[in-house]
């Protein structure tokens, strides 16, 4: 089944780091009221240095 929620797609060309953190940030800011979700062109998958940015962030 389909979330009501509004999806918000954060796209860029490697979907390396910045979609990666605005999909987090979003997803942490406002999960209630968005389904956040990122994606680029070239698979590049997670990058750990987004992840621990994030996780300072909501340190």
């Known amino acids: 089944m389909r979330s009501s929620k509004p999806r918000v797609l954060f796209l860029c060309t490697g979907n390396s780091a ?7 940030y ?3 800011a406002a999960a209630d009221r968005f389904e956040p979700l990122s994606a680029g062109i ?9 992840i621990e940015a994030l996780q300072e962030i909501r340190d």
């Open 18 to 24: 910045r979609s990666q953190m605005a999909e987090g």
């Open 26 to 28: 979003l997803r942490h």
């Open 42 to 50: 070239e698979l590049k998958g997670l990058n750990p240095l987004a």
